[in-house]
């Protein structure tokens, strides 16, 4: 299948992960789903404060434990580069999923960010993202949705272990039911960071409210029972695969 047919997706990253280790972290959807898609993966332009957070956990008396963190912290930037973020929810460029704040440091950054990415080396079909990069991609919809941002809504969106943000300065895109574009939700039952019913309110703002008939539910999901990652996608080979034969064909309309 000639590149300009596949599927072209662009991956969003989660919290404290980067594009080098999404890309190999996603290794095996990659080979599965390569007759059908290429990935593509941006980078988040903010670098939380980890070294703190690191040595927090280390009793200050414990030198050698404080000199390994230190040194692994090196090593591992050098060789995947430095761990990002797309916003903060603490003053202290810190992030959770889990905070409910009025803060969304760096958010609006990263918004110009992708806006300039896309443009610059898109058009994409699709968009993925992972924990804190699903979060991410939600509300960058949900922003194309209102005519916020001067790009196209994507063909369809994948998220894995994603969730709604808790800053009440996003509240007008979480409240906000996207129904016209065609989602996957892959999230775990056994995830302790996200817990499986958060993903589910994200799954529900794709879904139409009540009984009702006139809208066409266009959500789908895969739910596996490990944690937070992406599992090993060849037990879910077959729901994926007819996800993304649909939006093939789409495209070829």
Known sequence: MASERRLQILCLHGYRQNDVFFREKTGSLRKMIKKYADLHYACAPHRPNVESRNLQMIPPWNVFSTAFVLIFLVFDS?????????????????????????LAIGFDDSVEYLVKYIKENGPFDGLLGFSQGACMLHLMLAKMELGEVEIS???????????????????????????????????????EVVLYPVSERLRDQFRPEGDSSSVVDCSSEIRHDGGHFIPPMSRYKEPLIAFLEQQLAQKGE
Do not use: C
């Open 153 to 191: 809504k994507p063909q369809f969106v994948m998220f894995a272990s994603g969730f709604l943000s808790l800053s009440s300065l996003h509240a007008q895109y979480t409240s906000l039911r996207l129904l016209t574009t065609p989602s996957l939700h892959i999230f775990g039952t056994g995830d």
């Open 78 to 102: 050098e060789e995947r580069g430095d761990v990002r973020g797309w916003w903060f929810t603490k003053a202290d460029s810190q992030f959770s999923s889990r905070d409910v704040t009025d």
